[in-house]
């Protein structure tokens, strides 16, 4: 079964504080989370507050349909991050091995 594994980096620059990171990491993995049938989690601890790295997997029966969940994710991510005053400085996704 195919897995679907994507990475984002967020550069927050508005950020003063740990707090700011912190809202802004969680409110884009609850509505990722809420929008789309994924796992999303922080993958780096808060070195620095003007910056974060989110981790996402999807799993499916289908490449064609994680393709196509993975594009529209993306999507999300960039929109998302920019309402909530942050930039994806990157983004990439690739699938992992068929178990």
Do not use: C
């Not at 740990?18 to 990722?32: H, Y």
């Not at 989370?33 to 507050?49: H, K, P, R």
């Amino acid at each position: 079964m195919p897995v679907a594994a994507m990475t984002i980096e967020l550069r927050i620059e508005h950020a003063q504080s740990l707090k700011d990171r912190r809202q802004v990491v969680r409110s884009l993995k609850e509505k990722l989370g809420y929008g789309f049938n994924i796992s999303v989690a922080e993958l780096d601890e808060a070195v620095t507050w003007r910056s974060a790295t989110i981790g996402i997997a999807a799993i499916s029966g289908s490449r064609d349909y994680l393709t196509g969940q993975m594009q529209q994710v993306e999507a999300a991510v960039n929109r998302i991050a920019n309402d909530l005053g942050a930039i994806v400085a990157d983004a990439w996704w690739d699938f992992l091995e068929d178990a």
